[in-house]
Every structure is written in structure tokens, then in C-alpha cells.
């Protein structure tokens, strides 16, 4: 028998070299499969000191939503997201890009960060107007690329949804279809919905059978219930197109969507005998409640327990320039808040400073960017110099316990917000080398070789400026100093509370050898 005291000992080093786990990543469009826009990673953001930390500039709108995961297993998260200029990037913290891919036309497809072949490496997945859906590697090299007839806005998703190998990606296309493919790029199912698909698919089992449904929207006044292989469909007729991403609410899911009537509604499940006889059952979406607004929404909804209460509630915005609150339940108004432009941004929801409740991150055409505490009054702001239009990403980039606030804007920028020193104001040039690879290889009979031009786009450098101001606002509800949270802290406590117990596991194997 090996010596117990030996065998502590190499238990114990085991323990220390196992790499801990990240901070909780934003790896897709609106965090989740549910679509919810709500993180729940621990922070202690104080607002006295939020400011912008960097900037990284680009020569194109960025109305791509950026993703955040680590990408290249180095324990640290690192951001992606595209830009109007056809350029996918990948920044690390502190501020360098890792590298860049082109493609021949705009993105404003959100990434997917996912390991989608169980190789223990991530793919980064998105869409683009030239009509392709890219499959990149952690390098940023291209694996390979899928072709629609139409642009790609939809941003995808990945799921095991038919128990196979590795997880299948599900996106759609201007060109009115909805596509399944597996992790080599094969078509796997092809969803014909007479309308194209900006909207990107939610997933959850809708019906309560025990199998993953695809929720998505179209611009044909419908929202669609799907299954795969394809033996169910349902639909709900819509009075708008459905542009905005729907988002299951509720452990008896719900689902709520949005639509450019300016209409937002809350959808369940419902099953009814027909021919009992013969024990026919007829499955349909039926309403549960509608709220209108002035004007069209295009902000997909965020859902989350904002006020601590253990009820849900739904936040989103509307081209009449309020930001609304609702009881997910009921529908019932509980907030309305007027900015000066749109609101196309969809809204993030989450705990940044530590305290009770969640705040509500969100931008508008008007170019700011808002913070509105859970007693739903605005605590902080900051104005850009353009335009925003994408979803704020909420992630711990340096694993120092205090969240990072991420956002494009219509300024060709992307701003990184935080609470920590800022960074020197200087100008630094990537280093890395842009990748802009043809494909060779076509993976299905709907594949063809994307058209890439070099020469189109010039490769931006990463600045760092003072732009503007935050505004602190503390008439209405005073900024408060949350609890220090450190993630490398947490971590620690885990490596001494597994010594501990390997410990009293030695001791007490020693006291049984005594008896």
C-alpha cells in the first residue's frame, strides 16, 4: 500500500496545478440559450470611480455585440466582435489585439465563442452580409465557411440538439431560411419560413416533452416554435415584423418577443384533445398578455429578477425613446424611462456593485450609455460619440471581483468601461497579423468560395483616448461602494479548503490504522 502521507502530498499538488475556472464569460448574443441578457457572475463595481479604461478604434460602425470568453486557455477572457468594416477582432485586457479576420462584407452578426467538437478548443462562429457563416479557430484562422443567398444578421447559437456528437449550430438568414448544421458544416436541417430572419434564435423545451425547441422570429409577422428533425412547427402571427430576439422567461417557459408594430407579447404552451376517440392531441401558442408601446421595438428583450423578489421581470427599449419595465408575468408597466433618441440597444441586466438587486445597462441612439439601479432610477452615464445600437456585455476581464462593462457604437468604436485604474492614454499599433483566409474546402452543395478583397479595408489601431465624461448622478439614488469580490480569491479559499479536508482525511485514516 502507497504511504497515505505520500499519497496527501501528491493530492494536494494535483490541486494547485489545476487551472482554475474564468470568471463567467459572455460567450453569444444576449449571454444564454434562453436569450436572457442577465449575468450573474459576482462583481463590486463602484460608480464614484467607472470610467472608460480603453477605447478600440475601428474604420467602420460597430454594430456587432461583442463576446466574451477565453479563447485560447490562458485563463483569462478575452473580446470579439465585428465591425461595419468586415473585420472580426479578438482583443485581449490589456487592450492588445490578438488578431483579426476579413471577410467581404459587413458584420453584424454577434460571435459565438463554443468548443462545438469537443476538442477542448473554442470555434468562434458568426455571420456576415456577403451571406457566409464563418467558422474560425482560436487563432483566428478559418476552419471553414457555410453560404446563404442572402446576409447573415441572425447571430447563431450552439446546442446539442439531436444528442450527438459535439453541439450543432443554429442560425438564420436573410434569405427566409433557418439553419441546422453539425459541427463540420453540414446541413442537417433547413427551415423554409417565407420571411427573412434578422431575429436570433432562443432555445429551450418550450412544450415540456423533454426535447430542446428553436424559438425565432421572422420578418414575415411571424414567431416560429421548431423542433428538430422537423415534426413540430407552430407559429404565432405577429401585427409587426419580428426583428427583435425572443427571449423564455419562467420555469413553465414563456415566451416573449417584440415586433416593429411596436407591440411586445408574452406566449405559453397549451395542448387541447381533438377526435378524443382516437386520442388526438393539438398542440398551439396561445397569448397571455400584450403591452404596446409608441413606436417600433427592435431592442430584444432582457429578462431577470431585477428587485431580489424571486419574480422575473422583462426590460427593452423603443424607437419612442423609453426604456420600459415590465412584470414578466402580467405585462403589467412597473418603469418607463424617457432618453433623448431610439432606443435600439437591448439592454443587459446584472448585480455590478455587489449590492442588493440588479442594475439595467443599456445605450441609445442618442449616445449614452445608461446604468439604472434596481430601484430603476439612473445612476451613471456616459456619452459617446455616436450612435449605440448594440447589446452592453457585462464580464470580469482581469478577474479582479469588478465587472467590465463592453459596447459598440456608431462612432467605428468599441469602449471597455471599469472601475479600475485607468489605463495611460497612448497609441499602440496590433502587432498581430490579420487573417483573411479563401475557403478551399466546401462542406455542403449550398457552399461556395466567399469573395474576399484585401485591399478594401485598412487595418485600424488600437487607441486609447479620453473621450467625454461620466455622469454620476446622485439625487435619486446616491452611489454605494459594494463588497470586494475577487474571483483569484474564491479560488484560493477552494485550494485551502481542499487541503483542509484532504487533512482531516489523513488524520482520520491514521486514527482507524491506530484502532
Same mark, same amino acid.
Given at each position: 500500500m502507497v504511504d497515505a502521507s505520500r499519497c496527501l502530498l501528491l493530492v494536494f499538488i494535483a490541486f494547485i496545478f489545476i487551472p482554475t475556472a474564468? !470568471?463567467?464569460?459572455?460567450?453569444?448574443?444576449?449571454?444564454?440559450?434562453?436569450?436572457?441578457?442577465?449575468?450573474?457572475?459576482?462583481?463590486? =463595481?463602484?460608480?464614484?470611480?467607472?470610467?472608460?479604461?480603453?477605447? +478600440?478604434?475601428? #474604420?467602420?460602425?460597430? @454594430?456587432?455585440?461583442?463576446?466574451?470568453?477565453? $479563447?485560447?486557455?490562458?485563463?483569462? *477572457?478575452?473580446?470579439?466582435?465585428?465591425?461595419?468594416?468586415?473585420?472580426?477582432? !479578438?482583443?485581449? +485586457?490589456? @487592450? !492588445?489585439?490578438?488578431?483579426s479576420f476579413q471577410t467581404g462584407g459587413r458584420i453584424r452578426s454577434s460571435p459565438l465563442i463554443a468548443d462545438i467538437n469537443n476538442d477542448d478548443k473554442v470555434e468562434i462562429i458568426f455571420g456576415s452580409d456577403d451571406g457566409f457563416l464563418y467558422v474560425l479557430n482560436s487563432e483566428g484562422s478559418l476552419l471553414w465557411s457555410f453560404r446563404t443567398e442572402g446576409a447573415i444578421v441572425s447571430s447563431p447559437v450552439a446546442v446539442d440538439i439531436n444528442d450527438g456528437f459535439g453541439m450543432e449550430i443554429v442560425f438564420g438568414s436573410m434569405d427566409e431560411n433557418l439553419y441546422i448544421l453539425n459541427p463540420k458544416g453540414e446541413v442537417l436541417k433547413k427551415f423554409e419560413l417565407k420571411g427573412a430572419v434578422e431575429s436570433s434564435p432562443a432555445i429551450a423545451d418550450f412544450d415540456r416533452d423533454g426535447r430542446l425547441d428553436i424559438i425565432v422570429g421572422t420578418n414575415s409577422y411571424n414567431a416560429y416554435v421548431l423542433s428538430y428533425p422537423g415534426t413540430k412547427r407552430m407559429a404565432f402571427s405577429t401585427e409587426g415584423k419580428v426583428v427583435a430576439s425572443p427571449v423564455i422567461v419562467g420555469s413553465t417557459p414563456r415566451i416573449v418577443i417584440a415586433s416593429t408594430s411596436g407591440k411586445v407579447y408574452a406566449l405559453k404552451y397549451s395542448e387541447s384533445k381533438v377526435n378524443e376517440g382516437e386520442g388526438y392531441i393539438k398542440a398551439r401558442i396561445n397569448h397571455a398578455w400584450n403591452y404596446s408601446t409608441e413606436n417600433e421595438i427592435v431592442s430584444s428583450a432582457a429578462a431577470g429578477n431585477l428587485v431580489g423578489s424571486g419574480y422575473e421581470e422583462i426590460v427593452f427599449g423603443s424607437m419612442d425613446k423609453n426604456l420600459y419595465v415590465l412584470d414578466a408575468y402580467n405585462g403589467k408597466l412597473l418603469k418607463k424611462y424617457l432618453t433623448n433618441a431610439p432606443i435600439c440597444s437591448s439592454p443587459a441586466i446584472a448585480n455590478i456593485d455587489g449590492e442588493n438587486g440588479s442594475e439595467i445597462i443599456f445605450g441609445s441612439d442618442d449616445g449614452m450609455l445608461y446604468i439604472m439601479n434596481s430601484s430603476w432610477e439612473r445612476v451613471w452615464s456616459y456619452e459617446c460619440k455616436g450612435a449605440i445600437k448594440t447589446s452592453p456585455v457585462i464580464a470580469d476581464l482581469n478577474d479582479d471581483g469588478r465587472s467590465e462593462i463592453i459596447v459598440g457604437a456608431d462612432d467605428n468604436r468599441l469602449y471597455v468601461f471599469s472601475s479600475v485604474e485607468r489605463l495611460p492614454a497612448t497609441t499602440t499599433t496590433t502587432t498581430s497579423t490579420t487573417t483573411s483566409t479563401t475557403p478551399t474546402t466546401s462542406t455542403s452543395t449550398t457552399?461556395?468560395?466567399?469573395?474576399?478583397?484585401?485591399?478594401?479595408?485598412?487595418?485600424?489601431?488600437?487607441? $486609447?483616448?479620453?473621450?467625454?465624461?461620466?455622469?454620476? *448622478?446622485?439625487? #435619486?439614488?446616491?452611489?454605494?461602494?459594494? @463588497?470586494? $469580490?475577487?474571483?483569484?480569491?474564491? !479560488?484560493? *479559499?477552494? =485550494?485551502?479548503?481542499?487541503?483542509?479536508?484532504?487533512? $482531516?482525511? /489523513?488524520?482520520? /485514516?491514521?486514527?482507524?490504522? @491506530?484502532?
Open positions: 474564468s !470568471a463567467e464569460d459572455w460567450s453569444k448574443f444576449r449571454h444564454d440559450l434562453k436569450n436572457t441578457g442577465c449575468y450573474e457572475g459576482e462583481s463590486s =463595481l463602484s460608480y464614484d470611480n467607472l470610467s472608460l479604461l480603453w477605447i +478600440f478604434e475601428t #474604420d467602420g460602425w460597430v @454594430r456587432s455585440s461583442p463576446a466574451v470568453a477565453d $479563447i485560447n486557455n490562458d485563463n483569462k *477572457l478575452e473580446i470579439v466582435f465585428g465591425s461595419d468594416n468586415g473585420f472580426l477582432y !479578438a482583443l485581449d +485586457f490589456s @487592450r !492588445a489585439g490578438l488578431w457552399s461556395t468560395t466567399p469573395t474576399t478583397t484585401t485591399t478594401l479595408f485598412v487595418k485600424p489601431e488600437i487607441k $486609447i483616448e479620453e473621450i467625454g465624461s461620466p455622469t454620476t *448622478l446622485t439625487e #435619486d439614488a446616491p452611489p454605494v461602494v459594494g @463588497r470586494v $469580490i475577487g474571483v483569484s480569491v474564491n !479560488a484560493g *479559499l477552494t =485550494l485551502l479548503i481542499v487541503f483542509f479536508i484532504s487533512l $482531516i482525511s /489523513y488524520i482520520l /485514516y491514521r486514527r482507524g490504522r @491506530r484502532i
